[in-house]
């Protein structure tokens, strides 16, 4: 379907008015300039296509990672407070994800998170994360996957040792998640609808990024450098609408995140721009 307003392909970058019409239909503008770019995400786009593209719909956990999350749900995390950006720490400390000698286990994280008693993690958490469409509110069945799934790899990552800390480990939901989670910390909470759209198209626009990324890292020839270029700068400016970047160092500091996680953008430079719009910064790379 086209629509006359031009926007940038999410694969490419490319001027088109050519978007998924399935997708439209919920309220998400997802553009692709050709049938071809659409194929190459296809087989993860489809599983958030149509009714499951806003509120964001991840499918369900996969057996290893609930396993995973029992493995670790009790398991301390000890970690210097120290080690904690400033910005970070401040946003942990508020939503009760620290503790004196670090960060709360995963079973503690998810019952706070989800208002329910401590100790219930098993009880009460573990069924709705086995069947996750018993939790009819669909932004709450989201933010459970999401906090369940970013959880879990922010523990593989940094406490068992089992996670490079790249993207091309684990699913790509997992995956999703873990960048998804961050990019919340510009607006941590999510209070209205015009919030939860904006979490939808970042879901969307970090599904292209990693299934593209890891594309390439399959067959490097097949995918220039330039797309995953233009992929990032279309997520960098969906920040940049939720929270302004106000220097080098705002944006510095959120983008690295991804940036290090990523090898084609570990080896680029970019350059800080005004945003399109003319309020604070994003950042572009060259041709």
Same mark, same amino acid.
């Given at each position: 379907m086209s629509t006359e307003e031009p926007s940038k392909c999410c694969v490419c970058g490319a001027p088109t008015t050519k978007r998924c019409q399935a997708c439209a239909k919920s309220g998400i503008d997802l553009f692709f300039c050709s049938p071809e770019h659409q194929k190459l995400v296809w087989k993860h786009h489809k599983q958030v296509c149509g009714p499951n593209a806003h509120p964001f719909a991840p499918p369900p956990l996969t057996e290893e990672e609930l396993q995973g999350l029992l493995?670790? !749900?009790?398991? =301390?995390?000890? /970690?210097? /407070? !120290?080690a904690f950006p400033p910005e970070i720490l401040r946003i942990s400390q508020q939503v009760g994800?620290?503790? @004196?000698?670090g960060l709360t286990t995963i079973a503690e994280t998810l019952e706070q998170w989800a208002r329910m008693p401590a100790g219930s993690f098993e009880q009460r958490i573990v069924p709705l994360l086995r069947n996750p469409a018993s939790v009819t509110d669909h932004d709450s069945r989201y933010l459970l996957l999401t906090k369940a799934r970013s959880s879990l790899l922010l523990h593989l990552e940094n406490f068992a040792g089992s996670s490079t800390g790249d993207i091309y480990q684990h699913t790509i939901w997992s995956q999703i998640a873990? +960048? @998804?989670?961050? @990019?919340?910390?510009?607006?941590? +909470?999510?209070?209205? =609808?015009a919030d939860m759209r904006r979490v939808s198209r970042i879901n969307h626009q970090l599904l292209v990024l990693i299934t593209i990324s890891r594309a390439q890292r399959a067959n490097e020839s097949s995918i220039p450098d330039a797309w995953i270029c233009r992929e990032f700068e279309q997520l960098v400016d969906m920040l940049a609408e939720v929270r302004s970047f106000t220097s080098h160092a705002d944006l510095n500091f959120v983008t690295h995140f991804f940036i290090s996680r990523i090898s084609t953008l570990t080896r680029r430079p970019y350059r800080m721009v005004p945003c399109p719009g003319g309020c604070g910064f994003t950042l572009r790379y060259a041709d």
């Open positions: 493995r670790y !749900a009790r398991t =301390e995390r000890p /970690m210097p /407070m !120290a994800s620290t503790t @004196a000698t873990r +960048l @998804a989670t961050w @990019a919340g910390q510009r607006k941590p +909470l999510i209070s209205t =609808e």
